[in-house]
């Protein structure tokens, strides 16, 4: 289901969850994907949500379960928000939780300058 870019002289992994909707449906397949990231040493995570239209409360709650599971041993930020994706993170406040930036470039390079 995800499609991953490892960026390994930055230890980032790029993660895209290659569905339109991220809903009940998929979440935790998506879940159970990053979490092998994270379980292969992979703890800076920049999430490119730029092709998901929708996303629900078992997305949201997917990303927030990638985020328990590094804890503060890492990073999980997201990208490429678009439309009622946005409108969710701002309505169920995650903007809050995850940084979010405009594109997958804008998200390495700050990950990059928190090294």
Request: include cysteine.
């Amino acid at each position: 289901m995800i499609k991953t870019t490892v960026h390994d002289d930055l230890g980032i992994c790029v993660v895209n969850p290659a569905v339109e909707r991220l809903t009940a449906a998929n979440a935790t397949q998506f879940k159970e994907e990053a979490l092998a990231l994270i379980e292969q040493k992979h703890d800076r995570l920049v999430i490119d949500l730029g092709g998901v239209s929708f996303v629900d409360s078992s997305g949201i709650g997917a990303l927030v379960g990638l985020l328990k599971r590094l804890g503060n041993r890492g990073e999980v930020v997201v990208c490429s928000l678009q439309g009622s994706v946005s409108q969710m993170f701002r309505i169920t406040r995650m903007d809050r939780v995850f940084s979010a930036y405009p594109d997958v470039d804008a998200a390495i390079k700050a990950l990059e300058e928190r090294v």
